[in-house]
């Protein structure tokens, strides 16, 4: 099992541009998570997933767009992207009955 | 709103020597986790304790939950330089999916 995987792993993008971050996860996992990470900071949550077609808001979700199409798969996507959001992007997932979450490996942008 | 507080947020100690590192939050919970962080790197799993008095070891480290003070310790004994890295502790509210919400983190520099 690969796990959690993140793509891309670095980007860089001119203030204006959009993208989306792509998490997928191989653990039949219902519950999906989106975080940012910034210097100094513990991680904040942007938006989660219950289920396919499902999402939510978390604490920092402005900016911010999210879809679950399928299960195994969570987008994160920045329409208009800001310098503020040069951050550390982590994705998480786990079970509806589990405790653990597991983390990928994180995706570092940078916008200019 | 759920607050989780760690101090102290730097921590520099000698090989050989104990340190308690100490985790606060401010609403009920019935989930919380510690997590190491190595530059650079994505989150491991270290602890996740679930009931009041609950404590678990692995290794030098050691932690503990008092759900009533709500308050969480992890406690390093005869630290290795090894332990170097960057320690969070997250809280997760009672029930439900939400994601965690994490302090700022605790970064530990252990000196031979």
């Known amino acids: 099992n690969a796990g959690v995987t993140q793509t891309p792993k670095f980007r860089v993008l001119k203030t204006g541009q959009s993208m989306t971050l792509l998490c997928a996860q191989d653990?039949?996992?219902?519950?999906m998570y989106w975080y940012r990470q910034d210097p100094g900071m513990g991680l904040r949550l942007i938006h989660y997933?219950?289920?396919?077609?499902?999402?939510a808001k978390g604490e920092v979700p402005d900016g911010y767009n999210v879809s679950r199409l399928k299960k195994q798969n969570f987008l994160l996507g920045l329409e208009s992207a800001a310098p503020s959001q040069t951050s550390v992007y982590f994705c998480?997932?786990?079970?509806?009955?589990?405790?653990?979450?597991?983390f990928g490996p994180g995706t570092r942008l940078t916008v200019t | 709103e759920l607050k989780v507080e760690q101090n102290p947020l730097f921590l520099s100690m000698q090989e050989g020597k104990n340190y308690t590192i100490y985790c606060n939050y401010s609403t009920t919970s019935d989930r919380l986790y510690w997590y190491r962080q190595d530059p650079g790197k994505s989150l491991e799993s270290l602890f996740v304790?679930?009931?009041?008095?609950a404590v678990k070891q692995e290794g030098r480290l050691m932690a503990s939950l008092d759900t009533k003070a709500r308050l969480s310790t992890l406690h390093i004994t005869a630290a290795v330089h090894d332990l170097s890295a960057t320690y969070f502790c997250a809280v997760a509210p009672r029930g439900g999916a939400d994601g965690l919400t994490f302090g700022k983190g605790t970064h530990l520099i252990i000196q031979p």
């Open positions: 304790l679930l009931s009041n008095g």
């Open positions: 998480a997932s786990r079970m509806h009955s589990g405790y653990e979450q597991y």
């Open positions: 653990m039949n996992h219902e519950y």
């Open positions: 997933s219950v289920g396919e077609g499902t999402t």
